[in-house]
């Protein structure tokens, strides 16, 4: 069936001297995954999304579906011919066209007949719930209707590989939710490849079997939400997922490392050496506060946030930290606090001098 | 199993249209390759043919130009009734704008009939118009003035230079009108409140806040009626040659008297695309600086002054521009059109005749109406289409020179009526087609005067339309072709639409090239009227410009009503 081998993709936009959109990405996608394509607005993912879907040239490098080179430098096979469907950001719902035009379209395409058609959509529209939205026209649909008339409009075709541009992003916070869920369902019931770009890292937990966190048009971490969320394979991909405590320190030993006030004993990469300096990654939600029996540290802000509480922190050395604990928990802002750090859950990474890091190879 | 059905019927579908694929290539290739044939290729023949001689390059021709004084003066009235237009269509134009957008006038929407009204009537017929009434001897009021009242100090010779400029302005102050007033309305109040609540008191507000913010397209509207006033032939020929006031048109149009002069003639159209172009240039560079006036985007709340009672006096100067731009040529011509012989007693003896004869007995006219129809229905096509894939090829793909592309259409702007003749004779003179005389060297000079009309109109509708409702539809497995056709041009068809409309009604009483390009065959109906016009008979070519009127009337009627049929897609606005 249809995976997707992406080998040493590069694209430039203007002069070649620019910095790349996507710099020799490589990126094996297989079949009947949900991958998402993570990163800032701005890191390439769109691109490689576009390059994917073939409205893109390559500047070097290939892609494949299955064993068909679908795109190189000198040849590209043109969108229609590629079989795939595509959710844009903005849906795309035609609005000249009705609910059951705009997912007949492909199908009139393939040349089907009117019969099958209209059975065929039907089928389509019950699976996103748009039944009885037939002769709507797009302007007489919410947003979230809007999304699934695009929704449907692909799948009726039954793509092999199915590309999603931040289909999400224009919906309210709740909508958004509820489209997770059914989206995660929708991709398991159909078995077609989801490639799915987002910028919101929780989306990307939520969603994906694997996850290709991308920055600056460079891979940084190709994992399962667990590996990149938990084993960020360098600064950049632990800064972007989620909230993070980066705490310039040292290694005083093999298995230990100093960071102001704290010392964390913790397995380290193996490049590394007693007396180089490293970033320490702490999790809010790592760090544990007590009242005694701890490393001290004073409560500067306070928020109660509903589920849980989140604290600014300052140590003895002035070094800040946020700290997210249960909300149970209630230290004033003033008072001295006893914190220790769950090091099992921290990483340490090579401090870097340039933030235009690379993947580093055990990650691979 | 299903899966490959429908990779297969994918398959299908584009073996069989594989043998199209390339109609892509042959719709834009034939797009870039018609605006070289319109545009660019008579362009080069002109400039060509002004330093051609026998015996090589030579500047002669350019001498001649600018040290004869006879094109001088050409040159000078020229720039004159220019000057004198635009600062009249300012003083029309301004108040009339700050009238509808900013104060509590009465009757709005009579001010803006009045404005597009001025807009839409032909200058020549106006200017027919003017003569029945202000000749030194036959005009209707200059002989009541004369024997009723007693008064003959009294009389306004038409041929003169005030004369040409008032006939101009009542077709050149909606530029102004129009920009002033899209102006005045986004400026948002708050602006104004902002400068009030420092201290500011109105007239300060005004000078120092309102006026600076909408002066750039007072300027480039005055800009824009220059550039229009000197470019017309009409009035200029039947105006300015009974008065002795040669301009740069008419100058031109002599010179294709036998034997034709075409050297001097490329050399003063050269000139001419010069001024036209500065202005131009200037118009542009003022309205770039407007931008910073639609800064308030949307939900824009202009100021509304309460005029009290001083609104009936500026209701009243409404009212006069009304009746001197709209109620007198119109009045006028129908008057005529309608009386025996045109004098004090005219409506003694009113009678049909006139218009039996123009329809039935002169046999020009029937042709004539037919040989405007079909251009002007051609031309707005061929430029809604054409303007649509220049539009498309700008902004869709990534063709290198798509920018200039897009220039090139652009230059007819800057190319009087009578020019863009001359050029077109320069080049299709020298070409083994004998286009010259027919309907097809006509059609070619609408199509090229009016190309970025219909580009404009294409290239904004485009832009209301997101790219990726195009690329949806590609990556379902339609064609480029299919797309076109299903997506993009339902998509953009009320643009079209208005392009057409706004290519049709100028095509429908063009003048300025037609005058020099047309022959027995291929007579227009603005051509028609000016013939008729130049043997005397005033009470026939009234019949006739009110018939010409009536024709126009009647296609804006029909093209509003097949527009407003089309309302539906319009409505579904684009929500991407």
């Not at chain 1, 770009?197 to 399962?224: C, K, M, N, P, Y």
């Not at chain 2, 034709?260 to 542009?284: C, D, E, K, W």
Request: a neutral charge.
């Amino acid at each position: 069936m249809a995976g997707i081998r992406i080998d040493n993709l590069s694209k430039h936009y203007g002069a070649q001297t620019e910095m790349a959109a996507v710099a020799d990405l490589t990126l094996d996608i297989k079949d009947n995954q949900f991958v998402t394509l993570l990163g800032p607005s701005g890191c390439g993912k769109t691109t490689t999304l576009r390059l994917i879907a073939g409205y893109l040239t390559p500047d070097a490098g290939t892609i494949r579906v299955g064993d068909r080179l679908v795109s190189a430098p000198d040849k590209v096979v043109p969108p229609e011919e590629r079989g795939m469907g595509m959710v844009f950001q903005n849906y795309a719902v035609w609005p000249h066209k009705t609910v059951f035009e705009n997912v007949a379209f492909g199908l009139r395409v393939r040349g089907m007949a009117k019969d099958d058609t209209r059975e065929r959509v039907a089928k389509v529209l019950e699976l996103v719930n748009l039944t009885g939205f037939e002769s709507r026209y797009p302007n007489e649909l919410s947003g979230g209707q809007q999304q699934r008339v695009a929704l449907a409009r692909s799948l009726v075709v039954e793509p092999e590989i199915l590309l999603l541009d931040e289909p999400l992003s224009n919906l309210d916070a709740k909508l958004r939710e509820r489209m997770r869920w059914e989206l995660k369902a929708l991709q398991r019931r159909t078995g077609i490849t989801f490639v799915y770009v987002t910028h919101d890292q929780s989306e990307a937990l939520a969603l994906s079997d694997q996850i290709a966190v991308i920055h600056r048009g460079r891979l940084q971490q190709f994992g399962t939400p667990r590996e990149v969320y938990a084993r960020p394979a360098n600064r950049v991909v632990a800064d972007f997922m989620g909230l993070v405590n980066l705490l310039p320190g040292t290694v005083v030993a093999a298995d230990s490392v100093a960071a102001g006030p704290l010392t964390l004993r913790l397995s380290l990469p193996r490049d590394l050496r007693v007396g180089d300096s490293v970033d320490v990654a702490i999790r809010p939600e790592s760090i544990t506060l007590a009242a005694a029996g701890g490393v001290p540290a004073r409560v500067e802000e306070q928020s109660y946030l509903g589920n849980l509480s989140e604290y600014h922190l300052a140590l003895a050395d002035g070094t800040r930290l946020r700290v997210q604990t249960s909300a149970a928990d209630e230290f004033p802002i003033g008072t001295t606090v006893a914190l220790s750090v769950d090091a099992a859950q921290c990483n340490v990474f090579a401090h870097a001098v340039e933030q235009d890091a690379k993947p580093s190879p055990q990650d691979r | 199993m299903q899966h490959l059905t429908m990779a297969t019927a994918l398959a299908a579908a584009h073996s069989a249209t594989r043998s199209r694929l390339s109609l892509e290539h042959w719709v834009t290739g034939g797009a870039i390759v018609t605006l070289i044939v319109l545009i660019v290729l008579p362009l080069v023949s002109l400039l060509w043919g002004s330093i051609a001689a026998e015996e090589g390059p030579t500047f002669e021709y350019f001498q001649r130009a600018v040290s004869s004084r006879l094109y001088a003066t050409a040159l000078i009235n020229s720039l004159v009734l220019g000057a004198w237009t635009g600062l009249f269509s300012v003083l029309i134009g301004v108040p009339l704008a700050w009238a509808v957008a900013r104060t509590n006038l009465p009757f709005k929407g009579f001010v803006r009939f009045t404005a597009s009204l001025s807009y839409l009537s032909p200058p020549f017929l106006t200017a027919i118009a003017f003569v029945n009434l202000f000749s030194p001897n036959a005009g209707l009021i200059n002989a009541f003035v004369r024997d009723v009242l007693g008064a003959p100090w009294l009389i306004f010779n038409i041929f003169s230079m005030t004369g040409l400029v008032l006939v101009t302005v009542l077709h050149t102050f909606p530029y102004v009108y129009l920009l002033a007033s899209s102006a005045l309305q986004s400026v948002d109040a708050s602006y104004e409140e902002s400068a009030q609540i420092l201290g500011a008191g109105k007239l300060r507000t005004a000078l120092s806040i309102t006026g600076p913010l909408v002066a750039p397209a007072i300027l480039s509207g005055a800009l824009l009626a220059f550039v229009n006033a000197i470019a017309l032939f009409g009035s200029q020929a039947i105006i300015g040659l009974p008065g002795r006031i040669f301009t740069l048109p008419t100058r031109i149009y002599a010179l294709f008297d036998y034997p034709p002069q075409y050297g001097l003639a490329s050399a003063l159209s050269l000139i001419f695309v010069a001024i036209t172009v500065a202005a131009l240039y200037l118009q542009r560079a003022y309205l770039a600086k407007r931008s910073y006036v639609t800064m308030g985007g949307k939900g824009v709340r202009p100021q509304l002054v309460d005029l009290g009672a001083g609104r009936w006096i500026l209701f009243g100067f409404c009212a006069l521009v009304f009746i001197v731009a709209i109620l007198l040529p119109y009045a006028a011509l129908i008057a005529v059109s309608l009386s025996k012989s045109w004098g004090l007693a005219f409506w003694k003896n009113l009678t049909l005749a006139n218009y039996h004869f123009v329809l039935f007995d002169y046999d020009v006219t029937q042709r004539a109406i037919a040989n405007s129809l079909i251009l002007a229905v051609a031309a707005a096509t061929i430029a809604a289409l054409l303007g649509a894939m220049i539009g498309w090829i700008d902004l869709r793909t990534k063709i290198p020179g798509r920018r200039l592309l897009d220039y090139i259409s652009l230059i007819p702007l800057g190319l009087p009526g009578i020019v863009m003749a001359v050029a077109l004779i320069q080049f299709w003179l020298r070409m083994p087609v004998a286009l010259y005389g027919t309907l097809g060297i006509l059609l070619l000079a609408y199509t090229a005067r009016y190309i970025p009309l219909g580009v404009r109109a294409a290239n904004s509708a485009l832009r209301q339309v997101d790219p990726s409702l195009e690329e949806s539809a590609r990556i379902l497995g339609a064609s480029w072709g299919m797309t076109m056709r299903e997506i993009t041009l339902p998509l953009i068809r009320p643009g079209l639409f208005a392009g057409w409309i706004l290519v049709f009604v100028p095509a429908i009483q063009e003048l300025s090239a037609s005058i020099l390009l047309f022959s027995s065959d291929s007579i227009t109906l603005a051509v028609a009227v000016y013939n008729l016009y130049e043997t005397g008979y005033v009470e026939p070519v009234s019949a006739l410009a009110i018939v010409n009127m009536a024709i126009i009337g009647a296609a804006i009627w029909i093209a509003n009503r097949l527009s407003g049929t089309k309302r539906d897609t319009q409505r579904m606005e684009v929500t991407a």
